[in-house]
């Protein structure tokens, strides 16, 4: 699939309980977006234990092996590692899995965590590595079309930017000659407020200088093509605040996406269901703020129920998409 065929909402699969029940609900959710006018699934390897990752390839392996009603190619997918994830279906917590598995089988060293309160983060390519193949195994298909370093903002505050970029620039030489492989075909960076913190603030990443380090590992035929940041009504920062800087000009996130020639996908329309439940706003409001804001690709929104995937069907109507 190209790029500009994927659908303009995307199949979040990050918000629900890792048990069973809401399994199902994701299969049923996701296997009707697929039979219909979604083609974009986002994900990752930590998402519900590592259950999101099963549920989409449970749908796959029946809608493109079993019943061969769509193409792998009709599908695109997004997934995401960096994080210590747990293993539900195995019984292992983040921690234990950190032991058990990553440590247990040499993936990891203690010294690769970056830790911060509750968060862990790795920006060792042993570990992408294996995280892909996890992915693969768990969505039952033979490349990922953009894998992303989840949250790398986590390791910055740590490491400090010396080092990030260094070993940055270490993961995208990994991720280029996963391209050549065959596992991957674009990948890039999946934050939560890094690219749209006001510049110097511990935290922050500079786009313009994401891109320069891709550049020294690949020129201009890189394949850091996507980044994913947060956008909603009450977080419009990525549209309105001028914090990157593009050849010496101030310019939005969007607007530096754009000149730097970057896909930008959004996440948390809702808030995380924040802006609905508890400030009482317009679902279908909120969305079509989003959908009708230019430079968006498409944005990542939560469907475990069939009844929230024809919502944003009926959404999608109303924008004319």
Same mark, same amino acid.
């Given at each position: ?10 199949? +979040? ?5 890792? %048990?069973?029940?809401? &399994? ?8 009707? @977006?697929?039979? #219909? $006018? ?6 990752? /390897? ?7 990752? $099963? ?12 019943? =061969?009603?769509? %193409?792998? !190619?009709?599908?695109?997918? &997004?997934? !995401?590692? +960096? ?16 032991? #058990?598995?990553?440590?247990? =089988? ?28 996890? &992915?693969? !195994?768990?969505m039952h298909v033979d490349y990922i079309d953009v894998h992303y370093i989840h949250n790398p903002e986590v390791s910055l505050i740590v490491l400090g930017e010396e080092v990030f970029y260094q070993k940055l620039k270490s993961l995208f030489s990994f991720y280029e000659q996963q391209v050549e492989k065959g596992l991957i075909r674009y990948y890039g960076l999946a934050v939560w407020s890094a690219f749209t913190e006001s510049p110097g603030t511990s935290g922050y990443i500079s786009l313009e200088k994401v891109i320069n380090v891709a550049q020294s590992v690949a020129g201009n035929s890189h394949h850091l093509c996507f980044?994913?940041?947060?956008? %909603?009504?009450?977080?419009? $920062?990525? @549209?309105?605040?001028? %914090? ?16 730097? $020639? ?18 009482? !706003?317009?679902?279908?409001? /909120? ?9 968006? /690709? ?11 995937? =024809?919502?944003? /069907? ?8």
């Amino acid at each position: 699939m190209e790029i500009s065929e994927v659908s303009r909402i995307a199949i +979040g699969t990050h918000l629900g309980k890792m %048990n069973e029940e809401d &399994s199902l609900l994701y299969q049923a959710s996701i296997e009707f @977006a697929l039979l #219909k $006018r979604i083609n974009f699934i986002d994900t990752a /390897l930590n998402y519900r234990g590592m259950r999101s990752e $099963r549920d989409i390839g449970s749908v796959l392996e029946t809608l493109i092996q079993k019943e =061969k009603q769509i %193409n792998r !190619k009709d599908v695109f997918l &997004s997934t !995401k590692a +960096g994080i210590v994830p747990g293993d539900i279906d195995a019984q292992l917590r983040p921690d234990q899995y950190l032991q #058990k598995v990553l440590l247990k =089988k040499d993936i990891l060293q203690l010294s690769d965590l970056q830790i911060i309160d509750h968060h862990k983060h790795v920006m060792e390519a042993s570990f992408y590595e294996f995280a892909i193949q996890q &992915s693969l !195994k768990h969505m039952h298909v033979d490349y990922i079309d953009v894998h992303y370093i989840h949250n790398p903002e986590v390791s910055l505050i740590v490491l400090g930017e010396e080092v990030f970029y260094q070993k940055l620039k270490s993961l995208f030489s990994f991720y280029e000659q996963q391209v050549e492989k065959g596992l991957i075909r674009y990948y890039g960076l999946a934050v939560w407020s890094a690219f749209t913190e006001s510049p110097g603030t511990s935290g922050y990443i500079s786009l313009e200088k994401v891109i320069n380090v891709a550049q020294s590992v690949a020129g201009n035929s890189h394949h850091l093509c996507f980044i994913q940041a947060p956008f %909603n009504q009450s977080n419009q $920062r990525a @549209a309105n605040d001028e %914090n990157q800087q593009i050849n010496g000009k101030w310019r939005t996130l969007f607007q530096a996406a754009e000149e730097l $020639r970057v896909h930008v996908t959004t996440s948390a329309p809702l808030d995380c269901g924040r802006l609905a439940n508890h400030q009482h !706003k317009n679902v279908d409001e /909120l969305m079509s703020m989003v959908l009708n804001t230019p430079g968006i /690709l498409s944005t990542m929104i939560g469907m475990r129920k069939v009844d929230t995937v =024809k919502k944003n /069907l009926r959404c999608l109507n109303k924008v004319g998409s």
